[in-house]
């Protein structure tokens, strides 16, 4: 168990969540957060959003039950939380590089923490205007802002609208539609993957998928992949 | 204190890592070592690879999940020469759960679970050395259709797979039975009159969650598999039952999360038990379970679990 710091909501439905504890992970893992003992039967795996000595932070949004729950958690409460799991982005080999970090919705939550540990980032945050008043988005704006330049881009198709070839790698994370189009926008792609996860240990097989021909499991493969190698099977059927 | 025989087995404890909760054996380790459970029975295999169902595979519900899977496996094959064979350096009742789509997978399956082990203890390969201690034949996965779940709910369908699977298999085997069974209690004497060593008991109930917005169920199957402690009570008094009308060692399951229910189901008759959904809600359940019955025997001054086995 570990105490909460704060609980703080910067949108929409969004919140960011900081406890207290000496943590290591990077950017683009995830833990697997849960509350009220073993009345949540599934623990929720939610991406790290910033880790500092001595805390760290989750940025969520309510989509459900398990998240409503979190979002009323106050300063002093408990959470457990289980991990560092995942693969994390491939944050050494690109250290010094441009890179372009592209998240939609809740898809920013891993882009802040990759930010701080990239030395020539460039941020593109895809929102709803119904996800942020004016006031929000001039907040996450300059929060974002404190490690990398940040645009937030309203009700824009980001494929559409960034010239990529001034961009060494793309680092994204969101819908699964948008990180298909960005795919096809640069050679060198980084997307993390987001399914409904039973164990997050790679025991339980409820987020496999198709990369690289290959059958992997995101939870313990991923969350990251080579976007090229991604099937994309859900986002196809949108299309 | 916990150890005991059953197949011909010696089981450190009771307690075993339910099939497809548990992966291989391998992946927990981070939080303990497996070698301290009874026993694993590992994800469950078909005769051919399975990529599993599409869509969402797993959700919650109130004290509990459903999952549709979908037998997602590598095959028997793959299973004995690499899966099993990394179990190698885990000291524990290692267990392959086999389903099956039609009754020639089965008994092709179980075929090549039986030459696997008349290899390894014929030496025949140096890079075969681990065998499948017990055989916890499937016939009841709710989310493969035209799956095993069809020879597990009648008494005809399990007499059918039990007899011709019998006739290919000298390793013991246990039935795992579904709770969806016309009735689980003739189904299961069934089992044991067709030769099954045991039996082990519940699967998933089928069931169905609808996602009201896109009107449309949550699963692409429609159906999917609900476990977790939602179902203990009826599991524990199918268990119950089952351990009355058998004479051949029974495995219950069915939402066991703490070492106070493990010790529910042997109350209710089980000779080893199995925990499931319980490592998702706590990747310690299986460390926790068996040393919580351990202090348990302690507490209450029982120096074998015969003695409190079937009181109720």
């Known amino acids: 168990m570990y105490k909460i710091i704060s609980n703080q909501q910067i949108g929409n439905d969004f919140y960011i969540m900081t406890i207290e504890g000496s943590f290591e992970a990077k950017p683009g893992q995830f833990y697997m957060l849960r509350g009220m003992g073993s009345f949540m039967t599934l623990s929720r795996p939610i991406s790290v959003f910033d880790v500092e000595e001595d805390k760290i932070a989750f940025m969520y949004r309510v989509v459900g039950e398990g998240t409503k729950y979190f979002s009323k958690l106050k300063e002093g409460d408990e959470i457990t939380l289980y991990g560092p799991y995942g693969n994390g982005y491939p944050v050494s080999e690109y250290k010094d590089k441009k890179v372009a970090l592209i998240g939609g919705g809740m898809g920013i939550a891993p882009l802040f923490y990759l930010a701080k540990q990239l030395d020539n980032a460039e941020i593109h945050l895809g929102l709803n205007s119904r996800d942020l008043t004016a006031e929000q988005k001039q907040y996450l704006g300059q929060l974002y802002a404190t490690h990398a330049p940040t645009t937030i881009h309203i009700d824009t198709d980001m494929s559409e609208k960034l010239d990529f070839s001034k961009y060494d790698a793309v680092m994204t994370c969101g819908p699964e539609i948008m990180m298909y189009k960005l795919t096809k926008m640069h050679e060198d792609v980084y997307v993390s993957l987001e399914k409904h996860m039973g164990c997050a240990v790679g025991a339980c097989l409820s987020c496999t998928c198709e990369v690289g021909g290959k059958r992997v499991k995101v939870c313990k493969d991923g969350p990251v992949f080579k976007g090229s190698e991604v099937s994309y099977d859900d986002a196809i059927k949108l299309l | ?312």
């Open chain 2, 1 to 312: 204190m916990m150890q005991s025989n059953y197949f011909n087995l010696s089981f450190k404890n009771p307690v075993i890592a339910a099939s497809g909760t548990f992966g291989f054996g391998q992946e927990y380790k981070a939080y303990y070592n497996p070698s301290i459970l009874g026993g694993i029975s590992a994800k469950g295999i078909t005769l051919e690879a399975r990529r599993g169902n599409s869509g969402i595979r797993i959700t919650e519900t109130a004290g509990g999940i459903m999952n549709s899977i979908g037998l997602e496996n590598p095959g028997v094959e793959s299973f004995l020469t690499d899966e099993l064979q990394q179990m190698s350096n885990i000291d524990t009742v290692k267990i392959a759960n086999l389903g099956g789509s039609t009754l020639e997978t089965y008994i092709e399956g179980a075929r090549l679970i039986e030459e696997h082990n008349k290899k390894v203890k014929a030496n025949a390969s140096t890079l075969l050395h681990t065998v499948v201690d017990l055989v916890e034949l499937n016939i009841s996965c709710p989310n493969v259709k035209e799956g095993g779940i069809a020879f597990g709910i009648t008494c005809e369908g399990a007499e059918k797979v039990v007899r011709e699977v019998r006739k290919v298999l000298s390793i013991p085997m246990a039935v795992k039975l579904s709770p969806n069974a016309e009735n689980i209690v003739n189904v299961a004497k069934t089992c044991e009159y067709e030769g099954a060593d045991g039996i082990s008991l519940i699967n998933t109930f089928s069931a169905l969650k609808i996602d009201i917005k896109k009107r449309r169920a949550v699963f692409d199957n429609v159906y999917a598999g609900l476990s977790g402690p939602a179902i203990k009570p009826i599991a524990l008094k199918m268990v119950r039952e089952v351990s009355k009308a058998v004479k051949v060692p029974v495995i219950g399951m069915g939402g066991i999360t703490t070492a106070e229910d493990a010790i529910e189901f042997i109350m209710a008759g089980a000779h080893l038990i199995q925990f499931g959904t319980a490592s998702f809600i706590n990747p310690y359940a299986g460390k926790d379970i068996v040393e919580g019955i351990e202090a348990f025997m302690k507490e209450e001054n029982i120096k074998s679990l015969d003695e409190i086995r079937g009181i109720i």
